[in-house]
């Protein structure tokens, strides 16, 4: 399977603290996505780094690609209450699949 | 724009029965696929099309049929429903192979019994 794979699988922190999640991927890929799911919705895209690319910023989310050890990770730094969700990374390969990983569970306390 | 839309929210099967999701994206998108979410496995991608009249396999395609006659719709058939295929099902589209942000229905709940 190409599937990706984040880790961890769940996250708690405290509010304000930064979140760091990491995804892994077996084949080369054309770029990398982070998408959120809040609870009992549909995705929503977070932001896209492609293979030649080694770092993304968005507002409060950082996003680092390392492609010789195909594995990514998403910074989402002082984090708020509005951060609880779920956090996918979907890789793209060669072609037009889009493949997901499974998930980390992020909780942020208050 | 009504964005990507998905008709049933929720429905319960007898196993056997067969059934049709819908899913309509009003974006002009020509890409558009079928994923299944289960408890601890994520997204798998079941079907995809890249444009009208051309589909393709994802990576858990038994069980499900697809077609793609416009633009706009996308229908997944379940023709023989098993208890295996009790999922969240969410269809999602992007405007094509230079664009990759998905844009996501909202999910139907589908429980076989």
């Known amino acids: 399977s190409q599937q990706g794979e984040e880790d961890p699988q769940a996250l708690s922190i405290q509010e304000g603290e930064n979140a760091t999640m990491n995804c892994s991927y077996k084949t080369s890929i054309n770029n990398l996505q982070w998408y959120r799911q809040n609870s009992g919705r549909g995705l929503v895209h977070l932001i896209l780094i492609r293979s030649n690319e080694r770092e993304k910023h968005s507002g409060r989310l950082r996003v680092t690609l390392d492609t010789s050890k195909k594995s990514s990770s998403l910074l989402i730094t002082a984090s708020r209450a509005a951060d609880t969700a779920s956090y996918f990374c979907?890789?793209?390969?060669?072609?037009?699949?889009?493949?997901f990983g499974k998930g980390t569970r992020l909780h942020i306390l208050p | 724009n009504a964005g990507v839309t998905q008709t049933p929210k929720f429905q319960v099967l007898k196993t056997g029965q067969s059934m049709t999701l819908q899913c309509a994206q009003d974006?002009?998108?020509?890409?558009m696929s079928w994923y299944r979410q289960d408890p601890g496995m994520g997204l798998r991608l079941i079907h995809y099309s890249v444009g009208a009249g051309i589909t393709d396999q994802g990576e858990v395609p038994n069980g499900y049929n697809v077609s793609r006659s416009t633009t706009e719709d996308f229908p997944l058939r379940l023709l023989s429903a098993a208890p295996s295929q009790t999922s969240v099902y969410f269809c999602a589209s992007r405007a094509g192979t230079s664009r990759n942000e998905q844009f996501f229905g909202p999910g139907t709940r589908l429980t076989v019994l």
């Open positions: 979907a890789t793209r390969h060669w072609g037009d699949k889009i493949i």
């Open positions: 974006m002009n998108h020509e890409y």
